[in-house]
């Protein structure tokens, strides 16, 4: 799996709401959604780490599938890979890992 910078790289709508779930629950977050490198973000703390692509879950469903680069890195970093299509998706998660 090759990385590289994409031309006009966009976040889905749901982005920063998602990833800010992260930051004030204590992770520290590296957005990667800029580099085709098959996931938006990583976040970690205290021994935890989630691998994470967001979709915005107001599309339709053929708009939230995933690439080939996505199914790859989610083949490859498997339990930590998560998407998540809404900030509740994100709050639950987070909440799950922290039980």
Partial sequence: MGYHV???AKKDDNHNAV?????????????TYAIDCGFDFFAWAAGKVFVIEVKDGEKPPSQRKLTDNEEGAKRLYDKYYHVLKSVGEAIELVQSKNN
Avoid: M
């Avoid at 990833?19 to 957005?31: K, M, P, Q, T």
């Fill in 6 to 8: 994409k031309n006009k």
């Fill in 19 to 31: 990833v800010d779930v992260f930051r004030r629950c204590g992770y520290n977050v590296i957005e």
